[in-house]
């Protein structure tokens, strides 16, 4: 990056990065998941590529799929330097069609399935997803276990992420939690200070459709899928755990 001021896709990527891509509780279920399906794996809602690159580099092959061409911009980015070579597609993953690749194993990381909108959203998703695995295949998706609910007035926050990238400082910080009817909404704070001091301050938050590891496999028989036995990514100080619902076609 140069001295200049980061362009919207520029800051877009160091706060996906900032964000989530200190995250690898989960990678080892990945590279498990991607071991046993022993053929091509398609992670829905790829990002930056924090999961795709890690299986690339272990020779998996794997191909990125998300709805944001600048995240997947830095994923394929990030893969040349690595010299890895990572396919990406850019699409919904409510509507994705890849021609005729079929998919060993589909990934979909980090509560990117509750990003989708509610239960027709899924139940695209899944019609997408089965129609691109190849025959025993398997759809595995995280969900986040119970996410308190916490304020800043009542609770301790969690400590901000914090990187200074080319002499401007970004610090992201959770401030509220909050649950709502068929969702939960994570509030945070984003500041930067720039080389000269000036500091910016704006609010981001995202929407988690409530939804339960047993609604989604059920989600998944009515279209067909047999529910295999739901798998546990452990929490850690910073992050929740998540449940992965896993769907064979
Ligand atoms: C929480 S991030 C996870 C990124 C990455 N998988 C990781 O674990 O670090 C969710 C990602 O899903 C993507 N996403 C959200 N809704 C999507 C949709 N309907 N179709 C495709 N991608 C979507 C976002 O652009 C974002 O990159």
Do not use: N
């Amino acid at each position: 990056m140069t001295a200049t001021s980061p362009s919207d896709a520029q800051r877009l990527v160091i706060w996906h990065d900032l964000e989530c891509g200190g995250y690898d509780m989960d990678l080892p279920l990945w590279r498990e998941l991607s071991v046993i399906g022993d053929g091509p794996v398609l992670d829905v809602g790829a990002g930056t590529g924090r999961v795709s690159v890690d299986l690339a580099a272990r020779g998996i092959a794997v191909t990125g799929l998300d709805m944001d061409e600048d995240l997947l911009a830095a994923l394929r980015a990030r893969a040349a330097r690595l010299d890895l070579r990572i396919p990406t597609i850019a699409a919904d993953a409510r509507s994705f069609d890849a021609g005729p690749a079929r998919y060993a194993t589909i990934i979909v990381p980090m509560q990117t399935l509750q990003l989708l909108g509610g239960p027709e959203a899924r139940a695209q998703f899944l019609r997408a997803a089965g129609a691109h695995l190849l025959p025993g295949g398997i759809v595995a998706a995280a969900l986040a276990d119970a996410l308190e609910a916490f304020d800043e007035e009542h609770t301790e926050p969690p400590l901000p992420d914090m990187r200074e990238i080319d002499g401007i400082l970004y610090s992201s910080r959770p401030v509220a939690v909050r649950e709502h009817a068929l969702t939960v909404s994570i509030e945070r704070i984003r500041e930067t200070v720039d080389r000269t001091g000036k500091r910016t301050v704006d609010g981001d938050v995202i929407h988690l459709d409530r939804v339960t590891a047993a609604q989604v496999a059920q989600e998944g028989v009515v279209l067909g899928f047999t529910a295999l036995p739901v798998r546990a990514i452990p929490a850690t100080d910073e992050y929740v755990g998540s449940s992965v619902v896993m769907l064979r076609a």
